[in-house]
């Protein structure tokens, strides 16, 4: 996929406007200041709540931790909501993203008040899933654009094994066999595309990567992030810190490699 003015714009409204933080936020159950805290704890317990709001004058004020629910007189253990944990539905998956990474949780107002909650838990739904699923697919798409347009010297083919060669030709022989026409490129594995541009320098050096180091240890990253997405596996544990480099990197991804931004 080339970049051009209109495709950017058309991904940016995708990227920042088709999920917000209302599609993975869960309503934030909450009581009055003056329910005793032995009655909350037993609440919290039997409803599996690790956290709830506490509400004075009908507005909660702030959130009671499961794990830290009485102070040391035995009342309310009460934590004050910081204005920096404070978003709104409309709020982008990618701030959402870049909030949990260095809070534990982010509460969501709605008519002037806070009614929800999100944490780290809840990005394992699909609407997240969906996205990155998505930014994945850019950055390989246009990877691979990259190789089939700028592998002026050597061919690519000459960066990848024979092994790998010979598989992606199996995939394209049983591609042809159902009548569809692909090129040998579009065969190869992410791992192959990450080894094309970590190994080629001219390449490489069209992308804001490094090294072929750098290069092959986002890509290896991506597919692991992407097969566990596609088989529906935990990524929070497992993907934590590549989910945050694709949000700190939202911008740049829908630009494209610099490399293709010129051409």
């Known amino acids: 996929m080339q970049p051009n003015s209109v495709t950017e714009t058309s991904l940016r409204r995708v990227f920042n406007e088709g999920f917000g933080a209302r599609d993975v936020a869960e309503s934030l159950v909450s009581f009055d200041f ?13 409803r599996d709540f690790d956290v709830v709001g506490i509400r004075r004058d009908g507005y909660v004020c702030g959130y009671i931790n499961r794990e830290t629910a009485f ?4 009342g309310h253990n009460l934590q004050s909501i910081e204005e920096s944990q404070i978003i709104f539905g409309s709020t982008s998956l990618t701030e959402v993203v870049l909030g949990l990474r260095d809070k534990r949780r982010l ?5 002037g008040a806070v009614a929800g909650i999100v944490t780290r838990e809840d990005l394992e739904k699909p609407p997240l899933r969906m996205w990155l699923f ?3 697919t850019l950055i390989e798409m246009r990877f691979r654009h990259m190789i089939e347009r700028f592998s002026t010297g050597k061919p690519w083919q000459s960066f990848v094994s024979e092994g790998r060669l010979a598989k992606a030709a199996l995939v394209q022989a049983e591609r042809a066999r159902r009548n569809q026409h692909v090129e040998l490129l579009d065969c190869l594995q992410f791992s192959d595309i990450g080894q094309i541009l970590g190994r080629n320098e001219e390449l490489r050096s069209m992308t804001r990567l490094k090294s072929r180091r750098e290069v092959e240890a986002i ?9 566990n997405l596609a088989h529906s596996q935990d990524i929070i544990v497992s993907d934590w810190d590549v ?14 490699p610099p490399g293709l931004q010129a051409s």
Do not use: W
Not at 34 to 42: E, F, H, K, R
Not at 71 to 74: L, Q, V, Y
Not at 243 to 249: P, S, Y
């Open 34 to 46: 003056s329910t005793p805290a032995d009655d909350l704890l037993s609440l919290m317990n039997e």
């Open 71 to 74: 102070d040391e007189f035995g």
């Open 107 to 111: 509460f969501v107002s709605a008519f």
């Open 134 to 136: 998505g930014m994945i």
């Open 219 to 227: 890509v290896k990253g991506l597919e692991r992030l992407r097969n």
């Open 243 to 256: 989910i945050v480099l694709l949000a700190e990197n939202l911008d740049t991804i829908l630009a494209g």
